[in-house]
């Protein structure tokens, strides 16, 4: 199954983290801490347009965001040999 991508602005940073969870019947869920493990589910606000995205749509989120995004979650959906 694919992983489903959110984002959250964290409350006392402005931040953008990233969680990974997975697609559901509904939409999907997300893991209780973001990719980076700097920002847990409950810290901040979900970006309305900016859940249940698959993995190409949020590199281009990230993209489309800029630097407010978290560089090591970003760095996640990028593949390193």
């Given amino acids: ?3 489903a991508y959110s984002f959250k602005k964290k409350n006392n ?3 953008i983290h990233i969680f990974e969870g997975k ?3 509904d939409g999907c869920n997300a893991n209780s801490e973001s990719i980076c ?8 606000e979900w970006l ?3 859940t249940c995205l698959n993995e190409q749509q949020a590199r281009e989120n990230a993209a489309k965001i800029g ?3 978290c560089g090591i979650c970003v760095s ?3 593949t390193t040999f």
């Fill in 1 to 3: 199954m694919e992983n």
């Fill in 13 to 15: 940073t402005n931040e």
């Fill in 23 to 25: 697609f559901t019947i």
């Fill in 37 to 44: 493990k700097k920002m847990k589910s409950n810290d901040g």
């Fill in 48 to 50: 309305n347009n900016n």
């Fill in 67 to 69: 630097k407010n995004v």
């Fill in 76 to 78: 996640h959906l990028y």
